[in-house]
């Protein structure tokens, strides 16, 4: 999958980032397979002039009502849980052998970054695209490699379709080739929802480096406005 990175802000507007979601798929597979290009995904965006590194939406998105099973394997309501927090959401899956890891680790180290009382105030979700195979154990084991305070959800996929569409962010239903890999087609983006309003300001895409998660992150903590 071609990286995508965002060196200065701007502004996307709400057809523009459903335009991108739809081309910027990831096609990870578990077998090792790469993803598919996405990098002839073209659309319009104009300056900004936030302080942020990550492109700032022109439309805010609601956090999706959605409801799944956490890491233990109890409900967690993600609109509820996470109200009036700053929330950076993912979704993908675990046996993805690049895109998810590679974004959810440079999340993680970004984390690391911070004094504890910045990470206290960021919630990172994972929602997995491959409920089937990512249980509660799977999930909290993977994650716990990139951040041990990671929220992971998985459970009804149906339900995480329905809650990624409106982002945005389009999921397709795992495929299971005959040597057993899979192949879970899912959007690339990273949302980050504010804590004022919980909805989605900030977008990133498939390869934003360490660098502008760890210095937009930073802002997030401290609270400074998009």
Known sequence: MASLRSTRPRLMTAAALVLGASLALSACSSSGGGGEDSGAAKVSKQAST???RGTVLS?????PDLVLNDTSGQPYDLKARTAGRTVLLFFGYTSCPDVCPTTMGD???AMSKLAPEQRQKLDVVFVST???RDTPQVLRTWLDSMGKDFVGLTGDLA???AAAKPLGILVEDPVVAANGSVTSTH???VLAFLPGDDKAHLLYMAGT???TYAHDLQLL???VAV
């Open 107 to 109: 999340i993680g180290v």
């Open 221 to 223: 903590a401290q609270g």
């Open 187 to 189: 959007g690339a983006q």
């Open 59 to 63: 439309k805010h998105f609601d956090k």
């Open 159 to 161: 339900k995480v379709k």
């Open 50 to 52: 936030s302080q942020y």
């Open 209 to 211: 480096t360490v660098e």
């Open 130 to 132: 491959d409920p089937e």
